[in-house]
């Protein structure tokens, strides 16, 4: 604990406290989603800390809600691009050969597609819905894990301890869970933290473009761009879902230097 530099433990904060957001939000909010309370951009009293937005609507409150939409959606995302890339990246780098070849040439293919290009297309031609919003950040998502998966697979497929368990006989499951998986644990861990902020900032920016999280749900990608009038009137509305952007997106990466700076070692056989 006591090698914990600093940073990390202020980044280990900032997640923290996101979480507690997403986990309660919607209990330590002190108004409802849609309760309209006030006028527009009215400003902060000790009922509404952070004033109400373009429609008379509590701020707080709608950062809180939002949290739920914001990092549940980038967080599944990531969770099942994971679930995908993963397995197919190591069982193109045990398996070689045919199907090495066309799993790698169908990811270049994806990948010579700009991600928001891809993404634009599918959210108009299938909807906004969030299972779609979902699947398809995190098919698209999925191809940077497949590369990074299939690197680090292979690098560990050519150690002793591995081509020992082949010699035992050993299939490739096998060689996943145990040797290739473990091995590869630490810079896996630092890449979920870099691919969860790329995908937050891209649901974000999804929701700014109007193409993300649909009303009635808030999310704050959405809740920059319906009160960035206000930024014409010299009002913070548009600022504090921005704000929020940015503080989890520092604290993500300062816990993602910590990881790739001190446990980025192998583990070694062990096994």
């Given amino acids: 604990m006591k090698r914990i530099p600093l940073t990390a433990w202020i980044g280990l904060a900032i997640i923290a406290l996101n979480l ?3 986990l309660f939000g919607p209990l330590l909010a002190p108004f409802g989603e849609e309760d309209i309370l006030g006028g527009p951009f009215d400003p902060a009293t000790a009922l509404n800390w952070f004033g109400l937005d373009q429609n008379g609507r509590d701020m707080l409150s709608r950062l809180l809600y939002g949290a739920q939409m914001s990092i549940g959606v980038s967080l599944a995302a990531s969770l099942l691009s994971f679930s995908v890339g993963l397995p197919l990246g190591f ?8 199907v090495d070849t066309v799993l790698s040439r169908l990811v270049d293919t994806i990948m010579c597609i700009p991600v928001l290009i891809s993404a634009l297309v599918v959210l108009q031609a299938l909807g906004s819905s969030l299972p779609v919003l979902i699947v398809t950040i995190a098919l698209l998502d999925s191809t940077r894990v497949f590369r990074l998966a299939r690197i680090l697979g292979q690098g560990i497929n050519v150690m002793e301890y591995a081509e020992a368990a082949r010699l035992r006989g ?3 499951w096998w060689l996943i869970r145990k040797e290739i998986l473990p091995n590869a644990a630490a810079p896996l861990i630092a890449e979920f933290g870099m ?3 790329f995908t937050f900032l891209f649901v974000a920016g999804l929701s700014f473009l109007g193409l993300g999280i649909q009303p009635p749900y808030a999310d704050w990608g959405g809740m920059v761009k319906d009160n960035q009038q206000g930024i014409l009137y010299g009002l913070y509305a548009p600022l ?3 704000a929020a952007i940015a503080l989890l997106t520092i604290g993500v990466n300062l816990v993602v230097d910590w990881l790739l700076a001190g446990r980025t070692r192998p583990q070694g056989e062990g096994r």
């Avoid at 069982?91 to 045919?98: C, D, Q, T």
């Fill in 170 to 172: 050993e299939g490739a």
């Fill in 20 to 22: 507690a957001a997403l």
């Fill in 240 to 242: 504090y879902p921005a």
């Fill in 91 to 98: 069982l193109a780098a045990l398996r070689g050969g045919w």
């Fill in 195 to 197: 691919r969860f902020c």
